[in-house]
């Protein structure tokens, strides 16, 4: 059974920097193509950014690129989504996700993935 817990959100304000971290249990991180997705209140869950399983490269939307950056720690078994110079929209619960895809497209699709954390919130006051 794979599991993915986040951690490290909290109340920050604008112009600051988080960084999330998502652990992965079952099998090792290196194993999935890793998403970062955000739901903010009455809205859909969006995109964020992914690091591919197989080239370990990273692809992000438009509303976070140049500010936010995902990397991977292999022998923690471990995720970090890197937050900076957030804004208030960028509140919102953050999930990350996991899919045993092992091309090389960047999956943007929640329904790409098959495993989901339990989400860390992040808020930002102006």
């Known amino acids: 059974q794979v599991q993915l817990v986040e951690s490290g959100g909290g109340l920050v304000q604008a112009g600051d920097s988080l960084r999330l971290s998502c652990v992965v249990s079952?099998?090792?991180?290196?194993?999935?193509?890793m998403g970062w997705f955000r739901q903010a209140p009455g809205k859909e869950r969006e995109f964020v950014g992914v690091?591919?399983?197989?080239?370990?490269?990273?692809y992000y939307a438009d509303s976070v690129k140049g500010r936010f950056t995902i990397s991977r720690d292999n022998a923690k078994n471990t995720v970090y989504l890197q937050m900076n110079s957030l804004k208030p929209e960028d509140t919102a619960v953050y999930y990350c996700?996991?899919?045993?895809?092992?091309?090389?497209?960047?999956?943007?699709?929640?329904?790409?993935?098959?495993?989901w954390g339990q989400g860390t919130q992040v808020t930002v006051s102006s």
């Open positions: 079952g099998r090792t991180v290196s194993s999935y193509t």
């Open positions: 996700a996991a899919s045993g895809y092992s091309g090389s497209l960047y999956l943007e699709t929640r329904g790409n993935y098959a495993y």
């Open positions: 690091l591919t399983w197989s080239t370990g490269s990273t």
